[in-house]
C-alpha cells in the first residue's frame, strides 16, 4: 500500500500543447494504477478553477461501470486531443510567505480539506512551475500534509532541470515538417525571392532550431537561423540574405519570434500598434519579428519576399505528432502518481536522455524550487560562430524527438477529440 490514501487533484496550466493532454491521460492511468481507492479530480482552468470549485470527477470520466477498470477508448481520444482539454489560466500566485496573502491559502487549502484532496499534480511551463513551488513553500511553512507535484509541459523547451519537455517533441516535428514543404514550395521558382518564417520562442529558441532538423535526415534545411540566443543585427542580416541570394534564387530563413536587438528591443516591436503588453508573470507579448524583416528585405534589397508566421498550429497540430513524444508524456504523468505515491513532494517531473543512439529516456525528478522562473537556452555549441544557424550537434540532438508518428482517430474526414461537457 502506498501513501496516497485520500483523492488527487490535477491541473493544466500556461500555454496548451499537442501532447498536453497525454500528460493528463498519464496522471490519470497512474491513479487507477497506484491509487484506484481514491479520487482524482481535475480542476476547470487551472488554479482559477479550482479557486472557484470548479471541478470535475476524472476518476468517474475515465473509467468503466466499476469505477476502477480504464476506460480505453475515452482515454486514446483524449490522448491524442491537442491543447489543454481542462482548460488552462495564466494565474500568478501570490508571495506565500506576506501576511496579506494569507487569505489566499486558506481558502485554497479550504477547497481541498472540504474534498479531501491531499495531492497536487500541476501541469504546466515555467509559470506553472512557480505555482507549484510556491504552493509547495506555503504549505511547507504551516506544516499542511499536502504532496505537490509538477508535471512538465511546453513547446517552448525550456525548462531547467530536465532534457526535454512534454509537448516540444510533437511542436518540432511540427516545425520540422512544415519546414521540409515551404522548402519544397519555395524551390519551383527561379525567381529571386526571400521567405521568412517566424516561429514560437520568447526567450529560448529550442523550437526554431528545429526548423534545421532536416539537415541531417535528408539535407534539406533553411538557410539560415535566428535564435533569441545571439543579438540581432540588422546589417548582419542584410550581409547573409545577399549571400545566399548569390548562391541560389530561393532564399528561406528561420527566425524566433523573441530575437532582439543587442539594446534588448524585440526585432518585431517597429511592427506592433500600441506598445507591447505583458501578461501577469511580466512576459512581452512578442509577435511581427518575420513581418519586420520582411519590409526591411523589401526596402533595402528590394527582391521579392514575403514572411510566413507559423503561429498557434505549432502548439496544436494533433496531425503531426510525434510517437515519442506522446509516449514520454504519457510515461511522466504516471510516474508523477508513482513518486507521490512513493513520498516525494515539492518537485517536478524529469525526463533524462540516457542515450541518442539508440534514443533511449528515464523519468526522474528534481526540487522544483531551482527550476521555476529560470530559463534553459540553446547552449552556445548549438549555435554557429556567425549566430545565423545551429550546428550539426544540435539537430542530431533533436532528431530523435520527432521520431513516429501518433495520428489521431478521424471522423468524416476529420481528427476526432475529446471535450468535457
Not at 522548402?183 to 521558382?189: E, I, K, P, R, S
Not at 526591411?296 to 503531426?320: T, W
Request: proline letters at 5%; a negative charge; one cysteine or more.
Amino acid at each position: 500500500m502506498g501513501l496516497i490514501k485520500a483523492n488527487a487533484i490535477v491541473g493544466q496550466s500556461g500555454g496548451p500543447t499537442a501532447a498536453i493532454n497525454a500528460t493528463l491521460c498519464g496522471v490519470i492511468r497512474g491513479m487507477l494504477e497506484y491509487a484506484s481507492d481514491c479520487r482524482l479530480y481535475g480542476m476547470r482552468n487551472g488554479i482559477e478553477g479550482c479557486m472557484e470549485e470548479r471541478m470535475v470527477d476524472l476518476t468517474d470520466l475515465f473509467t468503466l461501470e466499476d469505477g476502477k477498470t480504464p476506460d480505453e477508448a475515452a482515454l486514446n481520444l483524449l490522448t491524442h486531443t491537442p491543447a489543454a482539454a481542462l482548460g488552462s489560466c495564466r494565474k500568478k500566485l501570490p508571495d506565500p510567505n506576506l501576511p496579506e496573502n494569507e487569505a489566499f491559502y486558506e481558502k485554497l487549502l479550504g477547497i481541498f480539506k472540504k474534498n479531501r484532496i491531499e495531492t497536487f499534480f500541476y501541469i504546466g511551463g515555467n509559470d506553472s512551475m512557480d505555482t507549484v513551488a510556491k504552493l509547495s513553500a506555503y504549505t511547507r511553512r504551516i506544516g499542511y500534509p499536502l504532496t505537490v507535484i509538477g508535471v512538465p509541459k511546453t513547446i517552448d523547451n525550456d525548462l531547467e532541470g530536465t532534457d526535454h519537455t512534454p509537448g516540444f517533441g510533437s511542436a518540432a516535428k511540427f516545425v520540422a515538417t512544415t519546414m521540409q514543404e515551404i522548402l519544397q514550395d519555395c524551390a519551383v521558382y527561379t525567381v529571386p525571392a526571400v521567405t521568412i518564417v517566424e516561429i514560437m520562442g520568447r526567450d529560448a529558441g529550442w523550437l526554431t532550431a528545429s526548423s534545421a532538423i532536416g539537415r541531417v535526415v535528408n539535407g534539406l534545411a533553411p538557410d539560415y537561423v535566428y535564435l533569441p540566443e545571439r543579438s540581432f543585427s540588422m546589417d548582419a542580416f542584410m550581409e547573409d540574405v545577399r549571400a545566399a541570394l548569390a548562391r541560389h534564387p530561393n532564399v528561406v530563413i528561420a527566425v524566433s519570434e523573441g530575437i532582439r536587438f543587442a539594446d534588448g528591443t524585440p526585432v518585431g516591436a517597429s511592427v506592433q500598434s500600441g506598445g507591447q503588453a505583458t501578461d501577469v508573470f511580466g512576459h512581452s507579448a512578442l509577435a511581427g519579428a518575420g513581418k519586420a524583416l520582411e519590409f526591411a528585405v523589401k526596402d533595402q534589397i528590394g527582391c521579392k519576399v514575403r514572411s510566413v508566421e507559423l503561429n498557434l498550429p505549432q502548439r496544436c497540430g494533433a496531425h503531426l505528432l510525434s510517437a515519442v513524444d506522446i509516449e514520454e508524456s504519457l510515461r511522466v504523468g504516471a510516474a508523477a502518481v508513482k513518486a507521490a505515491d512513493a513520498g516525494v513532494s515539492e518537485v517536478m517531473m524529469t525526463i533524462n536522455r540516457a542515450s541518442t543512439a539508440p534514443y533511449a529516456s528515464e523519468i526522474g525528478h528534481s526540487p522544483v524550487e531551482a527550476i521555476a522562473n529560470q530559463v534553459r537556452r540553446v547552449p552556445d555549441d548549438f549555435i554557429n560562430a556567425e549566430a545565423n544557424n545551429v550546428t550539426d550537434e544540435c539537430c542530431r540532438y533533436l532528431a530523435p524527438l520527432i521520431v513516429g508518428e501518433a495520428t489521431p482517430d478521424y471522423v468524416g474526414g476529420l481528427p476526432a477529440f475529446y471535450t468535457f461537457d
